[in-house]
């Protein structure tokens, strides 16, 4: 049985791979020159990939440290931007009726 204790890589190695060449896709990089205006970096996740192979091999903390690095990162990329919309905290008032109709104006 596998140890439960045990660290684990946040995703797969396989999952590293597939970024790395959904990433180098034909299709993905005129995406990206296209909206723009340049190609994408793909090497992080090819660097993730090859960190998390050393950690399957030999369990290297320097290879886990820089994969823990990278997923913070990544994280905190997504954080960074404000959603689109504000959240509601409740429903509006009127939401049961039906649109265009019984509402004042």
């Known amino acids: 049985m596998a ?9 797969t190695c396989e999952d590293y791979w ?4 959904h990433c180098k896709g034909i299709r993905n ?3 990206n020159y296209y909206t ?3 190609a994408p970096s793909c090497e992080q996740w090819k660097i993730d990939y090859g960190n998390c192979r050393e950690w399957e091999k030999s369990k ?3 290879a886990k440290e820089s994969l823990c690095k990278s997923e913070r990162v ?3 990329e997504k954080q960074k931007y404000d ?4 959240l ?5 008032r009127d939401w049961y009726l039906p649109l265009g109709q019984d509402k004042p104006k």
């Open 88 to 92: 509601r905290k409740s429903p509006p």
């Open 18 to 21: 597939s970024e790395w060449k």
């Open 3 to 11: 140890d439960r204790g045990a660290w684990r890589p946040p995703r």
């Open 74 to 76: 990544r994280i905190l």
């Open 29 to 31: 990089l005129f995406h």
């Open 36 to 38: 723009y205006g340049e």
């Open 83 to 86: 959603p689109v919309w504000q």
């Open 60 to 62: 290297s903390p320097d």
